[in-house]
């Protein structure tokens, strides 16, 4: 048998581990790419969470002497009609980056709304050193999902704007 002969499908066997090295590289790239991204929008939500909890704050300090209301919808922290002028605490409703939409979920108390939260009900990535704004309702299935974390305000606490800043990663 001549050399050549012998040597007959070698590099197409080479071609095929290479292929299959670079698939498994690429699979391994991708689920990174997409820990990452999903880490981001976590990120993201942290802080429109954030802003919403501190418009709330705001609103209930800007109350009129005396009183510390809560918005009735989340309108009301776009366009304060509680004075003669045109006051924003949001400039914006936020969306939310688990969902894509401005579909937040009023945490109330009674008709005051004090915090929102998520609709996503996907487990998040991170499960410590959370912001203080962010309260952790008990989980209901035994894992804490994005809709179990409050954005909200301590009810309790004197109306004051300035709440703790979100931590960014």
Do not use: C, N
């Not at 509680?82 to 108390?109: C, I, K, N, S």
């Amino acid at each position: 048998m001549s050399p050549r002969h012998r040597q007959a499908g070698g590099l197409y066997l080479l071609m095929l581990f290479a292929v299959f090295g670079l698939g498994l590289g690429l699979a391994r790239f991708g689920s990174v790419w997409s820990t990452t991204a999903w880490r981001e929008r976590e990120t993201e939500l942290i802080f429109a969470g954030g802003e919403i909890a501190r418009a709330i704050a705001r609103y209930r300090a800007d109350s009129p002497a005396g009183r510390s209301d809560f918005p009735q919808t989340l309108g009301d922290l776009l366009e304060d009609r509680r004075v003669p002028y045109v006051r924003r605490h949001l400039r914006r409703l936020y969306r939310d980056p688990m969902t894509g939409l401005a579909d937040w979920v009023p945490v109330r108390e009674g008709e005051r709304i004090v915090g929102v939260r998520s609709r996503s009900e996907r487990e998040p990535l991170r499960s410590g050193a959370l912001p203080d704004f962010i309260r952790v309702k008990p989980p209901r299935e035994g894992s804490v999902h994005y809709s179990d974390w409050i954005f909200r305000i301590d009810p309790l606490a004197p109306a004051t704007p300035a709440l703790t800043e979100a931590r960014r990663p």
